[in-house]
């Protein structure tokens, strides 16, 4: 069975410009969360979705937006690049809730310049 | 609210060696309790699970990690500790549907 597949793997972009990750969950996970990673931070939650409805939010600035759809994939987007943005955005999945753990994708590596 | 402290950030062993990573967790209601270990440009990888029952839960690669309600603590261990077992290790907590917090990591360096 495929893992979790975030695309693109890596990523450089401009201060200003705007960004779309994309995530596609284990087939049959309908919960998809999103982390940030960075070396000063660690992970911070972004959001969690399930079924279309975002469950949790984490504490982000509006720039930085989230959706699924129908068929569990989301996407996350962050508008007005700030090098602050550059990090590992880690994607995730489970079942239905992530009480028993989650699967992690291998990320997308952001750097903002 | 839910938060996980990682005591060590690094934790330098000899190989062979036996090895605790330490954890504690605050939360005011019934929690699960995970470990996940994150290999160089990888996500994360499922290590073991707390949800309920027995205190001790075993997971892959020979590692273990006891769940202590009294001292809000689930300390991973290892008796044995490889080469391969090099990388960052993260405790995490989840509760009411709250979302999962993570704590800052230890990175486990194993000697030869």
């Known amino acids: 069975k495929a893992g979790v597949t975030q695309t693109p793997r890596y990523l450089i972009k401009t201060r200003g410009q705007q960004v779309t990750l994309s995530c596609s969950p284990i087939?049959?996970?309908?919960?998809v969360s999103w982390y940030q990673q960075t070396p000063g931070q660690g992970l911070q939650f972004l959001f969690e979705?399930?079924?279309?409805?975002?469950?949790n939010k984490g504490n982000f600035p509006g720039r930085f937006s989230g959706r699924q759809f129908s068929n569990s994939r989301s996407e996350m987007n962050v508008s007005t690049l700030e090098l602050g943005d550059s990090a590992l955005y880690l994607c995730a999945s489970s079942l239905r809730t992530s009480n028993y753990g989650y699967t992690f994708g291998s990320g997308t590596r952001l750097t903002v310049v | 609210a839910q938060s996980v402290t990682q005591l060590d950030s690094q934790v330098p062993v000899f190989e062979e060696a036996p090895v605790e990573l330490r954890c504690n967790y605050s939360?005011?209601?019934?929690?699960?309790l995970f470990w996940y270990v994150q290999y160089p440009n990888q996500g994360l990888q499922l290590l073991l699970k707390y949800l309920s029952g027995s205190t001790l839960v075993k997971g892959i690669n020979g590692f273990e990690a006891e769940f202590n309600k009294s001292q809000t603590s689930f300390h991973l261990r290892k008796p044995s500790v490889h080469i391969s077992d090099t990388a960052e290790y993260f405790c995490?907590?989840?509760?009411?549907?709250?979302?999962?917090?993570f704590g800052a990591g230890t990175r486990l360096t194993v000697k030869p």
């Open positions: 979705y399930f079924s279309e409805t975002q469950r």
């Open positions: 087939s049959g996970h309908r919960s």
């Open positions: 995490a907590v989840r509760s009411n549907n709250n979302d999962m917090r």
């Open positions: 939360s005011s209601v019934s929690v699960y």
